[in-house]
């Protein structure tokens, strides 16, 4: 089959100027876990109704999105979830998504956010099919807190081997600590101990009010600049500059060479400013904020037969007509959070 031809290369720039350069795809809205933060058993029980699989998107409507959004200036894709891993054959969708090139030739950076539970037996075939990333999930080494957290009895060890896998497969791996006062901020040290003098970066995100089920509350937030001070005392720290305008993660470097952390302060110290991250939820809107209260529905344009050229300017009518800054105002308290019914679920829409 021939290449469709190319679009018109457009850079997108929203309200505030802020340039549209990632793209998370939620690929399922499925897990294996139970994460309190996240989707908590009490509402994401044996009879909740998922998504049926017609309703999601096919890999080759993920992949033409994605095509569109790379000819707009996406430079880096992430596959999320829900468990992004329990979709069957994930691998043949980074192989399409690796054969995209961005208007300069480039291949565009994809990677994969995951609890690691599948990892260790998926590694080798993701990474055959031009995976260079993941970001593994992990946010206790100690069992009894991980499962309590996991909320499946789904041990650290099992999560350990699935990093250990990707990296034997050749895959650069960051882990995600999720902190919650009171749950695991105890394991912080443990944590930065553990990983120190390894490749991995591992990152402190602080825990964030997404979605109306996970019963947040801002007294459970432990801010990036308590993390920062309990590992500083016992391994000193040094910042380092951004590997690029926008980065999340503000970075740190032990001192005596022996590995890097982040600190993601999404609460304390919004970024927003410089989000530079489009979402397409596993059924196909387009959101452009992690805090959204509604989508824009691209799956409907593309199953009645629209243009690439019709969805690329829908695409980039949505990103110019941006003015979200969610996590900013609320730190202000000029924004009052969404009603329960009108938040969308991290599950649906990626992290």
Known sequence: MPAPPALAVRRLDDQLGRPLRDLRISVTDRC????????PKEVFGRDHAFLPRTELLTFEEI??????????????????????????????????????????????????????????????????????RVTVSLDSLDDATFMAMNDVAYPVAKVLDGIDAAQRAGLAVKVNMVVKRGHNDHDIVPMARHFQGTPVILRFIEYMDVGATNGWRMDEVVPSAEVLARIGAELPVEQVPANYRGETSTRWRYRDGSGEIGMISSVTGAFCHSCSRARVSTDGKLFTCLFATSGHDLRTMIRTGCTDDALAETMAGIWRQRTDRYSEERGRSVRTPPAPGERVEMSYIGG
């Open 32 to 39: 294996n876990f139970r994460c309190v933060y996240c989707m």
């Open 63 to 132: 992949t033409r999105v994605a095509r569109v959004a790379v000819a707009h200036g996406v430079e880096k894709i992430r596959l999320t979830g829900g468990e992004p891993l329990l979709r069957k054959d994930l691998h043949l969708l980074i192989g399409s998504l690796g054969g995209l090139r961005t208007p300069q030739g480039a291949v565009p950076d994809v990677a994969l956010t995951t609890n690691g539970s599948l990892l260790a037996r998926t590694a080798p075939a993701l990474r055959a099919a031009g995976l260079q």
